[in-house]
């Protein structure tokens, strides 16, 4: 996967992790075994049902939902949530996006000779699409399903307020080609492992429980490092679920996402995956077999972790590294959407975006997560909002070239209500 080789550091952190369980090797091979027992039902029945398997909701029914539908979204991880915006401010939203990179020809994006995936922040759409009251009552309402088990109050921490993260926008052509968003799993790379907070999100599937595993337990995330190498476009802050706003019709098949639609399984094989390796060559026809893989912490590597220059990238699961997602068959299209239509995934989420887009139109979204209140959030917010103020990229990202302007950016003013300035860490205007 990569040429760079695994400091040996590597193999004392595998160490570590499982020694903190007694009887470690005999746990965690029965909770493999029976982890990949589950993967192979599962995955028969997502390849089998297809993009009907997401679960669809309107924006106007979320306070409605039963606590079975609720639990359904929460086990999948990806929800659809219809006609957030109304169709014909969404579709405007595309319009002034297209007339900004005509009259912004200098903007950064690629691909370079037809830029469709755009190094921009601060448009004026963007601004007003985040301060979208029904926007930040989507996101909140994201949120609120997250949960701190132990019933302790946590300070600067509220969950009904909604925060602004700043990202970019893509306004996809029809046709093939699109291969730089394979599968993948953002928030954090090898810091799910190393960083110690971090570890705390995945502790019943690193002592053998992996049924056990909540992935909305919150107090783990509020303290969690996802970024300890400073690598340019890492999320330094918790995003409880990653999203997007569609600008456009999109369908399977037309440039869309796809997610792995299983959150607790996807985790727990993800975490789990480093500590074993398999006994058959990877491209056996036995190598599903679970007889055929062995529990070993010999080695440095963490299968899916990249290796880069300025620190890892990841996770990234693969049909060869990691056969028992069937990632050919379990990487499920999200159903059609339409413009005002929101889609938003767990943190923890594998998901990609289609190779081909055999539409006839553009497939424009802006990446519009969901962000509680939490002290780390807060913090970030701060300093962005200066960003914002100085019309430049948000901190997260890398910096534009000194001197870059550009003609169109959303202002102060753009943001008018109180929700939206309090997620915008701006100050609200007093009458």
Known sequence: MQGTQWPERFVDLKRQIVEATPDYEKRLTESWKDLLGELDKRAADIAQVGPDYIPQVRYEDLDKLSAEEVDIIRRKGTVVI?????????????????????????????????????????????????AHPNVLKASAWLNKQYHVKSGKSLEGVDLNVPLVYADRFRIRHPGPGWDRFPPHVDGGAIERWEDENFRKCYADILSGNWRAHDPYELEGRLDARSSLYGRPGQATIFRSFQGWLAMSEAAPTQGTLRVFPDLILSNAYTILRPFFRPTVPLDSEDILKPENWVFDISTPDFPGILILADGFSG?????????????????????????????????????????????????????????????????????????????????????????????????????????????????????
């Open 82 to 130: 219809k006609d957030v915006v109304d169709d014909s401010e969404a579709r405007a939203w595309k319009t002034s996006l297209d007339d900004f990179i005509k009259a912004n020809p200098h903007v950064q994006g690629f691909p370079e000779q037809d830029k469709q995936f755009f190094m921009l922040y601060w448009t004026r759409p963007q601004v007003q699409a985040r």
């Open 315 to 431: 996770p990234r699961p693969t049909p060869e590294l990691h056969p028992h997602l069937r990632l050919e068959k379990t990487m499920t299209s999200v159903p059609k959407v339409n413009p005002g239509d929101m889609v938003f995934w767990h943190c923890d989420v594998v998901h990609s975006v289609e190779k081909e887009h055999t539409g006839q139109e553009d497939s424009a979204v802006m990446y519009i997560g969901a962000v509680p209140k939490t002290p780390m959030n807060t913090e970030y917010v701060k300093k962005q909002a200066e960003t914002f103020l100085a019309g430049i990229n948000p901190p997260d990202f890398v910096k534009d070239k000194p001197s870059t302007t550009y003609v169109g950016l959303g202002v102060d003013a753009d943001v008018k209500e109180p929700i939206a300035r309090v997620a915008m860490g701006l100050p609200i205007q007093v009458a």
